[in-house]
């Protein structure tokens, strides 16, 4: 079985461009997670879905950053415009999101660098 | 403000020695608590968890232990193997049905052959 796929695995831009994560969750998954891991915070959770909508976005550092999940396989991060700062690995992750102490499953991560 | 606190950023253990990895949090209704494993360039895995009304869960050479006084919990490897050399993150979870969870920042653990 597949796990969760993210794209790109690495990401170069210039401070300003926009910049868009991927992920298909692992089949048959309800919730989606994703992630930002920097040395001085660790892993934070930016935003999480179940069954497509929207749950928890607390964590979401500002209005540039936007996430969507038009349906169960797919869900995109997008920074415009980016900093910086943003520099880190994002990860995405899905669970069966049934509320019993599910298992979140992770992907490779997509290494985001801006210049 | 860093509700989960790892204090150690890394640690080295020599093979088949005991490795005891640390973990506070400040928030106490946390109610479930997780390891997650990390090795370069993969996301993270699963390793055990631990509810707050247990004080310890082992499964094999992994044994978590809950101090909810202390608001402190740990992460004994033992005996350790090279195969052990990883990131380690502590995370917790607020409340039966949330799925959110809140992770420190992480420990690199070394095991020297």
């Known amino acids: 079985d597949a796990g969760v796929i993210q794209s790109p695995r690495h990401e170069v831009t210039e401070m300003g461009q926009e910049v868009t994560l991927r992920c298909k969750p692992i089949?048959?998954?309800?919730?989606l997670f994703w992630y930002r891991q920097t040395m001085m915070r660790g892993l934070e959770l930016l935003i999480y879905f179940n069954n497509n909508v929207p749950i928890d976005d607390s964590g979401m550092p500002e209005d540039r950053f936007s996430a969507k999940m038009p349906n169960a396989s797919f869900s995109t991060l997008k920074i415009q415009p980016s900093e910086p700062r943003d520099s880190a690995v994002y990860f995405c992750a899905s669970s069966l999101g049934t509320g019993n102490d599910d298992e979140q499953f992770f992907g490779p991560g997509t290494r985001l660098t801006v210049l | 403000d860093q509700q989960v606190k790892q204090n150690s950023p890394s640690l080295s253990v020599q093979e088949g020695r005991i490795s005891i990895l640390n973990c506070d949090y400040t928030?106490?209704?946390?109610?479930?608590f997780l390891w997650y494993k990390k090795y370069p360039a993969e996301g993270p895995t699963f390793l055990i968890s631990?509810?707050?009304?247990?004080d310890k869960n082992e499964d094999g050479r992994f044994t978590v232990f809950l101090n909810k006084s202390a608001k402190h919990l740990s992460l004994h490897i033992v005996p350790s193997q090279p195969g052990d050399s990883a990131v380690y993150f502590c995370?917790?979870?607020?409340?039966?049905?949330?799925?959110?969870?809140?992770f420190g920042t992480g420990t690199r653990l070394t095991i020297i052959p």
């Open positions: 089949s048959g998954h309800n919730s």
């Open positions: 928030n106490s209704m946390f109610d479930y």
């Open positions: 631990i509810s707050s009304i247990k």
């Open positions: 995370a917790a979870r607020l409340g039966f049905g949330n799925e959110k969870l809140t």
